[in-house]
Structures are given as structure tokens and as C-alpha cells.
């Protein structure tokens, strides 16, 4: 049964930071791409970053770019969200994301809430 955990999320000042994390069991993570979404309220759900399945290649949001990093750690079977440089628009929620097949629906953590608020 795949299982993601996301934490790392709460409340921080405009500039601030925070690092999401992701623990991912159930499944072989080492050969499958990971991404962060997130939702903002009355927003559709956005993809925000993706790590290939060796962290050699990586994608990002335009609006994140240069301000956010995906990384990914095979011995934790975890994968990172530094986030630098915080503003009020990243406010959402933010989800872990998995798609183990091309057949099926991707598998979604809980979600963990990030507020960007003075």
C-alpha cells in the first residue's frame, strides 16, 4: 500500500523559509519520479517541482523557479522542498505525488499547510 507523508509545513514571515519533506513506503522509490503540488484555496491543484527517479533532472513552476529546490534521498526514501524566499501566493497546501503507472491515478499525501503571512 503506497503511503506519503508529508511535513514540514507552517507558518512563516514573507522571506522566510521552510523544508517540506515527503516519506514515501509501499512501493520501490528509488525507480520512480517524485513531485510536490499544492493547492491554493479555490484554486486548482499545481504542479510545483519534479525530481527524476536519480535526482538528475529536475523541473519547476515558473513562479518558483530559482526560489525553490527539489532533492530526493534514496536511503530515507524521501523527497525534499527547500523553499527560500517565501511570499504570500506560495500559501497552500502542498502535496507529495507519486504515478507508479502510466494506467493509473497518481497516489497523493495528506498534505501539509504552508501559510506565508506577516
Known amino acids: 500500500q503506497v503511503q506519503l507523508v508529508e511535513s514540514g509545513g507552517g507558518l512563516v514571515q514573507p522571506g522566510g523559509s521552510l523544508r517540506l519533506s515527503c516519506a514515501a513506503s509501499g512501493f520501490a522509490f528509488s525507480p520512480y519520479s517524485m513531485s510536490w503540488y499544492r493547492q491554493a484555496p479555490g484554486m486548482e491543484r499545481e504542479l510545483v517541482a519534479g525530481i527524476n527517479n536519480i535526482g538528475g533532472s529536475t523541473n519547476y513552476a515558473d513562479s518558483v523557479k530559482g526560489r525553490f529546490t527539489i532533492s530526493r534521498d534514496g536511503a530515507k526514501n524521501t523527497v525534499y522542498l527547500q523553499m527560500n524566499s517565501l511570499k504570500p501566493e506560495d500559501t497552500a497546501v502542498y502535496y507529495c505525488?507519486?504515478?507508479?503507472?502510466?494506467?493509473?491515478?497518481?497516489?497523493w499525501g495528506q498534505g501539509t499547510q504552508v501559510t506565508v503571512s506577516s
Open positions: 505525488s507519486v504515478k507508479l503507472h502510466i494506467w493509473s491515478p497518481p497516489n
